[in-house]
């Protein structure tokens, strides 16, 4: 598909994913929005809670560090425990250090005052940003995430990653959004593959894009047609129908 | 936490994933059956249907070709279709070329006389598989996976991605299960955070997560225990539980 729009990539920290314990869900969800938004977002990644992995990680990713895409977001890592340790290892990628930042701990300190409880040296972790970074602000926790060089930092909490990404996203830089239409069929990938090649080469400017699936009725495949340009991407989806006679 | 398990990466291949439309299951899956089955997952990678990011990531995760961990699963994108380059792109990873397999040649063949369909051109590039590579078989779908070097290629499709992992895994040598346990406490994880990095420094030998999460009502988080050792696993949890008083 040709696009100019921003490239981007997803960093998803967490040996919760890798062990098989949470099927991930933050990837998922803000690859609907970068699509929606006009980024297009080529690489996901899944990391261990660990320094070098992540430090390795945010460089081969994020543009500004010299890395493959233009934009990277990440997800985990950021809370008071002692395996969170995803904004000292971003801060090392992007050579600086970590300190505790005035905005955020005042976020902190009033969460902590409206409730009655004490801003513990734990809950005070969660203030902890690197140098030169701003803040990603969210509507259900106070901990903020933050900005650095093209690595947007945030949570790992689902309520918490969504309302990160609803404050983020809309203040970045975006392209044109993709359209894409699909229309199912009940017949193998094998039977449309010859039709759709053709289809490709003629409309070289999308992308089209055909997905087995198999269910209790048999094998089935969804087509889908995908572009920058909703009538070029509707006249590509009727040529379909048309080729395959649906 | 301490293991000599063979570590293992997983490469999902699929546009479908990095747009949107579909929420990723085969790698979450993997994951579960890794843990049970003694191999460390370090890292898992999604990236589009493009032979250079498909030929780099295999570089990068596959051990035997100089990458970062002893076995590597990939997931996708080795159908009929134009779009279907995962077999080319491992080849041109492992330094080979592919080629119509006998034996993937005879598996479709006799499916095709079974259904009475003709084995097209479309359907034997389904038998295309690098030079020196193994078949792996599946209970689904005629069309088989391929082992070359320590890169393990399965199909996308999720019923055919599972008979591809319960042909395989048990054919691999694997080491000990990861041990886990875990209790949820309705309680914030900045709560917890210092018993939590007290008891990970004596258990060292182990790991500790705390997983928070916000529900209706309210910050509640999941303390999971996790190591080779089934008696140090439930030892830690005894100990977790009385230093919450839970």
Known sequence: M?????????LVIGDEILSGRTREGNAHHLAQVLNATGFDLREIRVVS????????????????????????FTSGGIGPTHDDITADAV????????VVDAGARALLQARCDRMGLELTPNRL?????????????????????FSIGQTHVM???????????????????????????????????????????????????????????HDERGWGTNLVVRGLDAARVAEAMHAVKQRLAL
């Open 49 to 72: 809670d660990d320094q070098d992995q992540i430090v390795a990680a945010v460089r081969a990713l994020d543009g500004s560090l010299g890395g493959a895409f233009d934009l990277l």
């Open 125 to 145: 972790r969660m203030a902890r940003i690197p140098v030169g970074a701003t803040l990603i602000d969210n509507a259900v926790s106070a901990a903020p995430g």
């Open 155 to 213: 949570a790992g909490v689902p309520e918490v990653f969504r309302g990160m990404v609803d404050w983020l996203i809309p203040k970045l830089p975006g392209g044109r959004p993709v359209q894409s239409l699909s229309v199912e069929v009940r017949r193998g990938e094998s039977d449309v593959a010859e039709p759709l090649a053709e289809l490709a080469r003629e409309f070289s400017d999308l992308s089209l894009g055909s997905y087995p699936f």
């Open 2 to 10: 040709q696009s100019d729009n921003p490239t981007a990539a997803i």
């Open 91 to 98: 801060a090392a990628a992007h050579g600086t250090t970590v």
